[in-house]
């Protein structure tokens, strides 16, 4: 059985674990954190090491998501789905994706017809336009695609969580991405979320890194936006410490959503007065950048 991309963790108490399940995309995404060298190795696990790898997962598993790459590359990937469900059949199972392949419709009602149980789509879009988000997947007709991926399974009924990874090619497009994910009709969780400097984004990082201190402003003012939305969706902010925006808008921050060793904190968090709620700081971004921009809440 081949392994070693699984991670097991826990969130609010409860046993989660987050599984790649393919390193092939059908985006180029100059932010990803997959290594595209790993990926040209391993592209695909069988679906008899997938079933060994579900197997093994810890029965008491609450939460499953499985992440790539895309997903959506495979050809057996209901069969994962349909699978996990009958292992886990009160887990809850969430996959991230970037939504092309739900624009055909032959696609989008195999999964409608899967009953797949308790399920939730992560699509993620990186800009207002398509200038912005083909730009960052590097694949011209993607934001097209993924929009129309979104609505066909909205009108399916699907649970879709919109995530936007924020990096320097899109963070001054803050309040604008913003305004435009929060008028997405159907959508009612939206994830906002700094982006982790592994894999495809350290390679590109001159293109990818954007310190807090630069995105502030732009930050606070998106937030601004998006709290005006709060009483009809949920909006949350990952991996933004509490001292990188204004205190009005830290009721959108997120705690700890990832294993502890992916973040850290400098010796000046100890201080602070919301060290034991605060996110922390990606490991990836303090290799890069250092603790210099953070700055103890009394």
């Given at each position: ?8 963790y ?15 995309c ?30 093994d ?21 209901l ?9 886990f059949?009160?887990a ?6 970037n ?25 993620t ?5 398509e ?14 695609q993924?929009?129309k ?14 995530r936007?990874?924020?990096?320097k ?10 305004q ?22 350290y ?9 807090f ?65 605060c ?17 103890p809440?009394?």
């Amino acid at each position: 059985m081949i392994d070693g991309q699984t991670v097991n963790y826990e969130q609010n108490g409860k046993k989660c674990i987050t599984r790649i399940i393919c390193f092939a995309c059908n985006n180029n995404c100059v932010s990803c954190v997959t290594n595209y060298d790993k990926a040209d190795k391993e592209m695909f696990l069988s679906f008899e090491d997938i079933k060994d790898i579900i197997d093994d997962f810890d029965p008491e598993t609450k939460t499953i998501d499985y992440n790539g790459g895309e997903p959506t590359m495979r050809k057996d990937l209901l069969k994962i789905l349909q699978y996990t469900r009958m292992k886990f059949p009160g887990a809850h199972i969430q996959l991230l994706t970037n939504g092309r392949m739900f624009s055909y419709n032959k696609y989008a009602d195999m999964f409608a017809n899967a009953n797949l149980g308790s399920f939730r789509l992560f699509i993620t879009i990186y800009g207002p336009n398509e200038r912005v988000h083909d730009g960052i997947t590097r694949t011209p007709g993607s934001f097209k695609q993924t929009m129309k991926g979104i609505r066909n399974m909205l009108d399916r009924g699907f649970d879709i969580e919109v995530r936007v990874i924020i990096t320097k090619m899109n963070y001054k497009h803050f309040p604008e991405i913003a305004q435009f994910v929060c008028g997405i009709p159907g959508i009612n969780r939206i994830v906002f979320i700094a982006a982790k400097i592994i894999g495809e984004a350290y390679r590109n990082r001159d293109a990818v890194l954007v310190g807090f201190d630069e995105m502030r402003d732009y930050v606070n003012r998106a937030s601004e936006i998006l709290i005006g939305h709060k009483g009809e969706k949920e909006i949350r902010l990952f991996h933004f410490p509490f001292c990188t925006i204004d205190s009005k808008y830290w009721d959108m921050i997120e705690g700890v959503t990832v294993p502890e060793v992916d973040i850290t904190f400098g010796p000046e968090c100890e201080k602070c007065s919301k060290r034991t709620t605060c996110p922390g700081i990606w490991a990836s971004y303090a290799d890069l950048r250092g603790f210099g921009e953070f700055r103890p809440i009394s």
